[in-house]
């Protein structure tokens, strides 16, 4: 008998919706990492214009599998899996187009840091969101320390992490973890609606400003600048702000192309 997937993946309109449904909690387990890398990788190949990632019940994911750690019996082990962990968030991250974190409940450890991975975060009235690593004697190694404390600033960053607290959705829109919080029935119409609107501009400008923020955070700011020119010239060659500038003139809505799979990669 085939095994139930356990992350659905629906494509409509250039976007897709990509839903962790391993109950009871989607913890990451090896067969919710090997679906999810499955589906990650038709993303990389086929990329739509936008991505929304949730969870179903209570949970969006609530970290890793808490027996697998008990199987660590050795440093090498250890690097090994959190090597791994961190693979998994970094082609998260990298994926070229807009990725969206619909937070439907808990969002914890690892799955607070899928949500980190992610370009923007959206949360349930309800959710739960925390690194609460140092509780079982860890630390948030799947790039939860780099990217909340990117994110948030590095004294809230460590706030949260040394106390493992877990922030209500309203919480974490004050400290800017999250882009907006809305109920919890309007959490996917609303995520989808985000994503329709970035997937109605041009896919390669998006996806080059993505580029742009990713890469320039990591750069002084004159060598950041210095990448900001080449995007900005590259786009030209594509043509979109041909037909951008034409559709402001005839006061219509643009009608943007898919963006080629080669405009996706990164140099």
């Not at 214009?49 to 949970?59: D, E, H, K, L, M």
């Amino acid at each position: 008998m085939t095994p139930t997937p356990r992350v659905a993946l629906r494509l409509e309109d250039g976007i897709a919706l990509v839903t962790l449904d391993s109950p009871p909690v989607n913890a990451m387990s090896d067969a919710l990492r090997r679906d999810l890398e499955a589906v990650l990788a038709g993303l990389e190949s086929q990329p739509p214009r936008a991505a929304v990632i949730t969870g179903t019940g209570p949970y969006f994911q609530a970290g890793g599998d808490m027996n697998h750690f008990l199987e660590i019996r050795s440093r090498e082990d250890a690097e090994r899996f959190v090597a791994s962990a961190q693979q998994l968030m970094d082609r998260i991250a990298a994926l070229p187009f807009p990725t969206i974190a619909a937070m439907n409940g808990y969002a914890l450890g690892g799955g607070l840091e899928i949500a980190l991975a992610c370009d923007l975060r959206v949360a349930a009235q309800g959710a739960r969101l925390g690194l609460p690593e140092v509780r079982f004697g860890l630390l948030a190694g799947a790039g939860g320390t780099q990217r909340l404390a990117r994110l948030v600033g590095p004294g809230r960053a460590k706030l949260l992490m040394y106390t493992g607290r877990q922030l209500s959705a309203e919480e974490a829109l004050a400290v800017g973890l999250v882009e907006s919080v809305v109920a919890p029935e309007r959490l996917l119409p609303e995520c989808l609606a985000l994503a329709a609107e970035i997937a109605a501009n041009s896919p390669v400008a998006v996806r080059h400003v993505k580029r742009c923020v990713d890469e320039g955070l990591e750069l002084p700011l004159g060598q950041a600048l210095a990448l900001e020119r080449r995007l900005w010239a590259e786009l030209i060659p594509h043509g979109d702000y041909r037909e951008g500038v034409r559709a402001w003139l005839e006061k219509r809505k643009p009608r943007y192309p898919d963006a080629p799979v080669a405009a996706a990669a990164r140099d």
